[in-house]
């Protein structure tokens, strides 16, 4: 006989991405092949193309390829950069690190500053260090919008005024692979050259889509860069774009899917979007609060919208904690990565999600502390429930008429 604990109901899946992929995404899916060069695919490859540049607010090309977020940062790199070329870099988590590995094996030379994992980037540091580049020697600048690893949001249009300040033409390279669709995000309006995403996060997709979004100073700068590629090429795949196809054979089903997901976000509008991931937010920090536990990102301006990562108390493994929630509960929660493996877990609250969804996720969490015996205080579905409802707001409103 198995020893695997029987769960009967729904698995929650509340890692930070891949996030749940709504049944609407995987009905428009649920298609047979088409040809991927006949008239029907064009006209899907035509919207998808127009409805991607509505998520990340540009005018300009976003280059869709089938691939994870880890090709769309190669491609990023190898279309506007050359070996040798200088980029500033931060230090703000796991995925930093990782881009910065990738660059470094593309013989980039990397100036990277470094960070404590609990904060983003910090512009006045930016802008210090472009200013003493006087030969211009770094060539861009490139960053993580939202570091899934921490739960750390950097401020982006900060980061732009830092360069413009500094009076430096260093292109604005952007990671916003966990927050395209579920924060505030605007490609042109904040002054981003490019800014890479994937599907499997606020998209509401499987994985298998990556996301160049391109600005002219980036298209000028890829025609001239010494980069060997092919198939992350830029111009092979708009010239392609021009009559609905892609250079090589698409991921015809997930086009379907991404068609879906941008009718849904324009159906419940990107401002609403964004507010209600904010106040799952707001609301899980409550949690964790009455928790008696920790947030991991320290600065109120940089929390996450769509995660939080939670310190567990000294003494006590975050991976063996989320093994007792997925044998007790069968929720899945994101495990602490890189320098924080073992010592924070991680609450998704990103994508396809609502107030309920929410609240069973955080019963979990809090009766897993409970089983798992991890020190912590009762009432933390209690603080969130009054976020959600509003009560916490009548209350602070009733208190400060009372002073």
Known sequence: MSNTPFHTGRHFLQIPGPSNVPDRVLRAMDMPTIDHRGPEFAQLGFEVIEGSKKIFKTRNPVVIYPSSGTGAWEAAIVNTLSPGDK???????????LWRALAERMKIEVEFVPGDWRHGVDPAEIEARLARDKQHAIKAVMVVH??????????????????????????????????????????????????VSCSQKGLMLPPGLGFNAVSEKALAASKTNGSVRSYWDWHEI????????????????????????????????????????????????????????????????????????VVMPEGHDADQYRKVTLDNFDMSLGSGLGKVKGKVFRIGHLGHFNDLMLMGTLAGVEMALDVARVPHRKGGVMAAMEVLTGRDAVTSQAKTAVA
């Open 87 to 97: 980029v500033l870099m931060v230090e703000t988590g796991h995925f930093a690190t």
């Open 238 to 309: 708009l010239a392609a774009n021009k009559s609905g196809s892609w250079a090589y054979t698409p991921a015809t089903n997930l086009l379907y899917g991404l068609k879906e997901a941008i009718a849904m976000l324009l159906e419940e509008g990107l401002d609403n979007v964004f507010a209600r991931h904010k106040r799952y937010s707001a609301a899980t920090r409550a949690a964790v609060a009455a928790w008696g536990l920790e947030n991991l990102c320290l600065d109120p301006r940089e929390y996450s919208p769509i995660l939080t990562a």
């Open 146 to 195: 939202n570091e899934t690893s921490t739960g750390v949001t950097s401020r982006i249009h900060e980061v732009r005024k830092a360069i413009d300040a500094a009076k430096h033409p260093a292109l604005l390279m952007v990671d916003s692979i966990s927050g395209l669709g579920s924060i505030e995000y605007d490609h042109d309006g904040w002054g981003v050259d490019v800014t």
